[in-house]
């Protein structure tokens, strides 16, 4: 069975950090884009950073990158996303994502909720 559990989610100062937590199981991470997703209140849900589970190179949106850094930890087949100097506009409830690089599928995991005060 395929699961996607995020975690990590809170409060948090602007300025300040969070790490989310995505815990996949139940597919080869080698063969899938591993992402992190976001919806604001009231906006569509955009890609804020993705991680290719071969090789581990990633990509952010331009409104994280040099703020958000996506990892990989394989062995424990977790993917991280850590969130520095946190905005307001950063608040959304985050998701995580895998998408198959061959084929039409992807799963997603459950939203966490990250709000960053002013």
């Known amino acids: 069975e395929v699961q996607l559990q995020a975690s990590g989610g809170g409060l948090a100062q602007a300025g300040g950090s969070l790490r989310l937590s995505c815990a996949a199981s139940?597919?080869?991470?080698?063969?899938?884009?591993i992402g992190w997703f976001r919806q604001a209140p009231g906006k569509e849900r955009e890609g804020v950073s993705v991680?290719?589970?071969?090789?581990?190179?990633?990509l952010y949106a331009d409104s994280v990158s040099g703020r958000f850094t996506i990892s990989i930890d394989y062995d424990k087949k977790m993917v991280y996303l850590q969130m520095d100097s946190l905005k307001p506009e950063d608040t959304a409830v985050y998701y995580c994502?895998?998408?198959?690089?061959?084929?039409?599928?992807?799963?997603w995991g459950q939203g966490t909720l990250v709000t960053v005060s002013s």
């Open positions: 139940g597919f080869p991470l080698n063969e899938y884009i």
């Open positions: 994502n895998a998408q198959n690089k061959w084929r039409s599928v992807d799963y």
């Open positions: 991680v290719d589970g071969f090789d581990g190179r990633a």
